[in-house]
T-cell receptor, first 114, second 108 residues
Framework: EAQVTQNPRYLITVTGKKLTVTCSQN?????MSWYRQDPGLGLRQIYY???????DKGDVPEGYKVSRKEKRNFPLILESPSPNQTSLYFC???FGGGSQETQYFGPGTRLLVL | QKEVEQDPGPLSVPEGAIVSLNCTYS??????FMWYRQYSRKGPELLMY????GNKEDGRFTAQVDKSSKYISLFIRDSQPSDSATYLC????????FGTGTSLTVIP
């Protein structure tokens, strides 16, 4: 089954404790992206990657890191999480880097930073 | 000013009603316009996609784009309880920008 998977689905952590949210897709997509979704603010792009070893900042990259060492994986790293990073996070992927491509979203990771 | 503005609702309609969802945008460089549907506790899924001004129909759904007014709409005919979800408009040039979403409930 073609899909985007994220782990963990739910995470509670404390301020400053480094964490990684994994994202994997099995569709051989080149383009992958991370979003956060907050009430009243909608989906905002954090980082995106056009291909392996190519990453770019989205609208809200502060406090986040990403890496793209393999085509199928695009982990999101919070080196020192803070409470304002409490949010619902989505990973997405698409065939090409062109913005006309359909993005497929993962199921989401709900993060609470205390 | 936000790139994309969308009325958050919530919107509640009886089954069978015609639903109209709308977004406005400020960036004339946007070329691609999309509507996503998001059920509770799920990721967004693409519903409709248009490139140019005009209408695009898919079953009970019609997407409309008016680039001169920077206004896009999604119409749902004969709405069903299974259409109850949050609808997100999205548009792109070099990046994707999403509206905040409109929560729709269709009452049986």
């Amino acid at each position: 089954e073609a899909q985007v998977t994220q782990n963990p689905r739910y995470l509670i952590t404390v301020t400053g404790k480094k964490l990684t949210v994994t994202c994997s897709q099995n569709m051989n997509h080149e383009y992958m992206s991370w979003y956060r979704q907050d009430p009243g603010l909608g989906l905002r792009q954090i980082y995106y990657s056009m291909n392996v070893e190519v990453t770019d900042k989205g609208d809200v990259p502060e406090g986040y890191k990403v890496s793209r060492k393999e085509k199928r994986n695009f982990p999101l790293i919070l080196e020192s999480p803070s409470p304002n990073q409490t949010s619902l996070y989505f990973c997405a992927s698409s065939f090409g880097g062109g913005s006309q491509e359909t993005q497929y979203f993962g199921p989401g990771t709900r993060l609470l930073v205390l | 000013q936000k790139e994309v503005e969308q009325d958050p609702g919530p919107l509640s309609v009886p089954e069978g009603a015609i639903v109209s969802l709308n977004c406005t945008y400020s960036n004339s460089a946007f070329q691609y316009f999309m509507w996503y549907r998001q059920y509770s506790r799920k990721g967004p899924e693409l519903l409709m996609y248009t490139y140019s001004s005009g209408n695009k129909e898919d079953g009970r759904f019609t997407a409309q784009v008016d680039k001169s007014s920077k206004y896009i709409s999604l119409f749902i005919r004969d709405s069903q309880p299974s259409d109850s979800a949050t609808y997100l408009c999205a548009m792109s040039g070099n990046q994707f920008y999403f509206g905040t979403g409109t929560s729709l409930t269709v009452i049986p």
